[in-house]
Nanobody, 127 residues
Framework: QVQLAESGGGLVQTGGSLRLSCTVS????????MAWFRQAPGKEREIVAA????????YYRDSVKGRFTLSRGNTKSTMFLQMNSLKPEDTAVYYC????????????????????WGQGTQVTVSS
């Protein structure tokens, strides 16, 4: 059974940086299409960034392009989200998720089948 665990959240001032980590156990990271989602209070969950399992395609939502960077670690069991120039609107619970059945044409879509989820880590950006 694949299990995901996020870490690295916290409180930071506007313009600051945080690095989130997602550790995968019970499976091999490179076999899954992976993504970072976030959910702010009173808002729907949204995809922030995603990487196709081969690593050849990385997606970022427009609001984080140029500020956030998704990467996979050398250990092949950890995924990162480097978040720079943070804004108050980035405040949310951030989740990592794994998709064993995604297809390339729709892995960033609302209904993409991300079957495995971590517990989430809180990111708070103060103004």
């Amino acid at each position: 059974q694949v299990q995901l665990a996020e870490s690295g959240g916290g409180l930071v001032q506007t313009g600051g940086s945080l690095r989130l980590s997602c550790t995968v156990s019970g499976g091999t990271l490179s076999r899954y299409t992976m993504a970072w989602f976030r959910q702010a209070p009173g808002k729907e969950r949204e995809i922030v960034a995603a990487i196709w399992y081969s690593g050849g395609t990385i997606y970022y939502r427009d609001s984080v392009k140029g500020r956030f960077t998704l990467s996979r670690g050398n250990t092949k069991s950890t995924m990162f989200l480097q978040m720079n120039s943070l804004k108050p609107e980035d405040t949310a619970v951030y989740y990592c998720a794994a998709c064993p059945r995604c297809i390339l044409s729709s892995f960033t879509g609302t209904n993409a089948p991300y079957d495995h989820w971590g517990q989430g880590t809180q990111v708070t950006v103060s103004s």
